[in-house]
Nanobody, 123 residues
Framework: QVQLVESGGGLVQAGGSLRLSCAAS????????MGWFRQAPGKEREFVSA????????SYADSVKGRFTISRDNVKNTVYLQMNSLKPEDTAVYYC????????????????WGQGTQVTVSS
């Protein structure tokens, strides 16, 4: 069992930056793939980024590639999402998710979810 708690969301102007954190508790964090997803009002939850258990492999949605960076610290049991050059269309609730071994981009493939943190980008 893994418990996930996101933090770092907030209100920022377009072009600004935020860093989201997801603190994990429970066993075997270092063996889990970690993902970030987001959901805007009236839209389906969408993949943002994922990182393998070792941090050696990462994946990004085309919409955030070159602007967002995912990383993890397996000593601190935390995964991060550095978001730069934010756009109004990045406004959403951002969720952290975890699953063992593989690194899918489909939300339904993830077993554990945080409660989400709101990111609002003003124009």
């Amino acid at each position: 069992q893994v418990q996930l708690v996101e933090s770092g969301g907030g209100l920022v102007q377009a072009g600004g930056s935020l860093r989201l954190s997801c603190a994990a508790s429970g066993r075997s964090f270092s063996t889990y793939t970690m993902g970030w997803f987001r959901q805007a009002p009236g839209k389906e939850r969408e993949f943002v980024s994922a990182i393998s258990w070792s941090g050696g492999k990462t994946s990004y949605a085309d919409s955030v590639k070159g602007r967002f960076t995912i990383s993890r610290d397996n000593v601190k049991n935390t995964v991060y999402l550095q978001m730069n050059s934010l756009k109004p269309e990045d406004t959403a609730v951002y969720y952290c998710a975890a699953r063992a071994f593989t690194m899918p981009i489909e939300a339904h493939e993830y077993d554990y979810w945080g409660q989400g943190t709101q990111v609002t980008v003003s124009s």
